[in-house]
């Protein structure tokens, strides 16, 4: 069980006593007004909380001793409003780290899902070059062959390098491309774009 700890503060302060006009009921005269500093020796105890301070001292007519009841009283239930103000704290804690964790997830979803969407799209983009590569370099090598001129031996060499090209780039003599990709590895840096606001992908909640 976690101790809960209440600041309590005890101060002795002095005070200055001054003598209240007296008046007779004979003579019925004012007795002149005179101030003098004293050490009056009284203890006063404040209570701080997150309200304020509240304190108890000794009075002329009640002793600090004899409040020390409503002072204990006082400690349970402010003992029992920090306890209640704690626990709503972690359950808010624990409530923002859920709904990070959970956006974290989401946000890991997006990204494996667009970064598998963006190597499809550009295996599609490398195979219709390929394919029109190919085409292409028929069409070549069919005018080629109707030509009746010196120059289009050359072609050879060229379509040679053209056809390699298409081959390098076709994904469909890739095997190892054919897979759902995920990486062994995700940077908080890739999830930052996919992170919703108020959530930072580096580092939960306090």
């Not at 054919?178 to 774009?193: F, Q, R």
Request: contains cysteine; charged residues 35%; positive net charge.
């Amino acid at each position: 069980m976690p101790i809960l700890q209440v600041p309590i503060h005890f101060r002795c302060r002095y005070s200055v006593v001054r003598p209240t006009p007296r008046i007779s009921a004979i003579s019925v005269c004012l007795i002149p007004l005179s101030i003098r500093p004293v050490r009056s020796g009284r203890l006063r105890l404040d209570l701080q909380t997150a309200s304020g301070t509240r304190g108890w001292a000794d009075r002329t007519r009640c002793r600090l001793e004899q409040k020390l009841p409503y002072l204990f009283a006082e400690i349970e239930t402010r003992a029992a409003e920090l306890a209640r103000s704690r626990a709503r704290s972690e359950d808010e804690r624990l409530r923002r780290r859920a709904a990070w964790d959970e956006a974290i997830e989401r946000a890991r979803q997006d990204y494996l899902y667009q970064l598998d969407r963006d190597r499809l799209r550009d295996q599609l983009a490398r195979s219709a070059d390929a394919d029109a590569i190919r085409a292409y370099c028929a069409r070549l090598q069919a005018r080629a062959d109707r030509l009746d001129d010196p120059r289009a031996a050359r072609l050879t060499e060229w379509l040679r390098w053209a056809g390699d090209e298409a081959d390098r780039i076709d994904p469909l003599n890739r095997l190892d491309e054919w897979v759902y990709l995920v990486p062994s590895e995700i940077l908080p840096s890739d999830l930052a774009p996919y992170v919703p606001r108020g959530f930072s992908p580096y580092r939960p909640p306090d």
